[in-house]
């Protein structure tokens, strides 16, 4: 197996090797996976929270897992609100050098101020069209929403939202009287069926999510944006801690690992 990096701005990563499977997900620049195996002009390939799915391997560039780049962090390049959509594209960033430096921790937040963080990202994309798989700027799903602003935020989160429902402590559901607090996780689901959805609280009765496109909704009846079936179908409610995350640069280091 080696590890490749993504060198395109993005690239789609489909359930099979071809052009008509459907979009899981996306890689973005810099991105580094594990290839699993090459399928003619397609591989399949692990991403560092061991979500799989086949990219076209001409978006891939192999690099050497036994002197790993070193990576500096995953952020946009400038301020989305005044630079150009390409100029504050998010993506993996590195430093040119066989050096490697040893895991910097992120400072740990407390809870109030790390919600705002996460809330506070995930209003930058507002307006960012859905797109079923997407995770960038063109086009966001609604748990590549959740999963690109904690990534931005500095931590490793999985990919859909069913496994997003697995992390973090469980709270008291807004129907019970307890008002959200901004950056905790809000699921949805129908009966007998699996979470399909996941947003995130702004505080109060207000949620961001991807819905047709990146926007704010109410929880409460009565408000101009609120949602029904929203309210009706919200099962679950999370508060996501820091402590309890793996930082994304040490959940990158083990692709470089033989």
Known sequence: METSVCFT????????????????????????????????EWSLIETEHRYRGYVRTAHLKSVNSEKPENFQGFYPSGNMALNSLFASFPAFHWEESDKNCAEHPLPEPDAFSFGQKISGTAKQFLNVPYVWGGKSPFGLDCS?????????????FPRDAWQQAETGEELALPKAGRQPEAGELLFF???????????????????????????????SPGEPDFSEDRFQTLCLVKKIRPANLQTLKSSIARLFVA
């Open 144 to 156: 590549g929403l959740v999963q690109l602003v904690f990534n931005i935020a500095g931590y490793s």
């Open 189 to 219: 689901k129908r009966p007998e069926k699996r979470i399909h959805h996941v947003a995130i609280s702004l505080g109060g009765d207000r949620y961001i999510h991807a819905s047709e496109w990146v926007r704010a909704n109410s929880l």
């Open 9 to 40: 701005a993005f690239a789609p990563m489909k359930a099979g090797p071809d052009h008509q499977s459907e979009q899981l997900s996306q890689l973005l620049s810099g991105e580094p996976v594990r290839v699993l195996e090459k399928a003619g």
